[in-house]
């Protein structure tokens, strides 16, 4: 285990942040902390790096427990936070050798390390601009290199793509995928559930401090009692269809409508090809599927929306 949280409370005057909130980081791992706003996600990470005090709760860092300032174990981390932390005034490189510094990175492996990053991280080209005339998208990318410098056996990022363009979004994502693949420890909070469908080998959902499910997204899909949607675009409206398809195994509901039928069935009851081969006599022109996704799954745990009223 390469970090865990055991029933952490962590309490801000009147809010519960954090409610016996439990997670932990298995090794070689993309884990995605999904919730909305407010959930907890930032707080458990400034609890997991030390960064702030739990109330209560047990903390481990690779393989040991995490007390006290925890030195030589934040070392071991990178973290991306939330906010920016950058210096304005100086250059893309300047940056990365600045945070190497602080992590006592030797200079020539510092050199070698900013040149390797500045090329992953597509800012080769700007290395020698001051990062205050850097783009959104760009200073998140700077900001991860920086968390990298001193190579890091966890990496942890804390929402690094909101309000960045899709060129960057796509860029820090790549490169969570292919840290990964080189072998690094991830964990990845968002509130954009396909993000997380796309880069994390493993989800845990949170809402009010706690943990409300966990497991792969396919897991967490196929937990959900979810119905099946399917809708059948024929030629012409054949209402004989309706009986006929009524007796499908898992079928519940058939909702006619002009020519498109659409049938609700239980999960998983794997009748799609009786279904298609009832309708086949009748002309389909169309099939449209509705796979629960993540958000559905979201949705139906805590009654909200990712983030609310958020566009993106
Ligand atoms: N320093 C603080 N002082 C008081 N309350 C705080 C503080 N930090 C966080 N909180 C509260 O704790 C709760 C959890 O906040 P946190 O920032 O961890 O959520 P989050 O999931 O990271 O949200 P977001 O998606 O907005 O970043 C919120 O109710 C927040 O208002
Ligand atoms: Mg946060």
């Not at 690094?184 to 469908?197: A, D, I, N, P, R």
């Not at 009524?246 to 519940?252: L, N, P, T």
């Amino acid at each position: 285990m390469v970090a865990s949280m055991t029933d952490v409370v962590k309490r801000y005057k009147n809010t519960v942040a954090l409610d016996h909130f439990s997670m932990s980081v298995k090794k070689g791992e993309v884990l995605g902390l999904l919730g909305p706003n407010g959930a907890g996600k930032s707080t458990a990470i400034r609890v997991l790096c030390r960064l702030t005090d739990a109330d209560a709760g047990q903390i481990s860092l690779f393989g040991a427990p995490a007390k006290g300032q925890a030195l030589a174990q934040k070392r071991r981390i990178g973290l991306v936070p939330q906010d920016l932390a950058l210096y304005e005034s100086l250059s893309a490189r300047e940056n990365l050798h600045y945070f190497g510094r602080l992590y006592d990175v030797p200079p020539p492996r510092r050199r070698e390390r900013a040149e390797e990053l500045l090329e992953l991280l597509g800012l080769a080209d700007v290395a020698k601009k001051a990062c205050k005339k850097f783009s959104g998208g760009m200073k998140r990318r700077l900001n991860i290199g920086c968390a990298l410098m001193h190579a890091p056996e966890l990496l942890i990022l804390d929402e690094p793509t909101v309000g960045v363009d899709p060129q960057s979004r796509n860029h820090i994502l790549e490169f969570v995928e292919r840290s990964a693949r080189d072998g690094m420890t991830v964990l990845y909070t968002s509130h954009y559930m396909e993000e997380v469908e796309r880069i994390a080998t493993r989800v845990v959902i949170m809402d009010a401090g706690r943990v409300i499910a966990g497991g792969t997204s396919e897991e967490l899909t196929r937990q959900m009692l979810f119905e099946d949607t399917l809708t059948v675009e024929l030629k012409a409206p054949a209402p004989a269809l309706t009986d006929s398809l009524k007796a499908v195994q898992g079928v519940r509901q058939i909702t006619p409508e002009g020519r498109n039928l659409t049938v609700t069935s239980d999960a998983n009851a794997f009748n799609l090809s009786r279904i298609l081969e009832l309708c086949m006599p009748f002309g389909v022109t169309g099939v449209y599927s509705h796979k629960p996704t993540l958000e559905d799954v979201f949705l139906s745990l805590t009654g909200k929306k990712l983030r609310d009223g958020e566009e993106r």
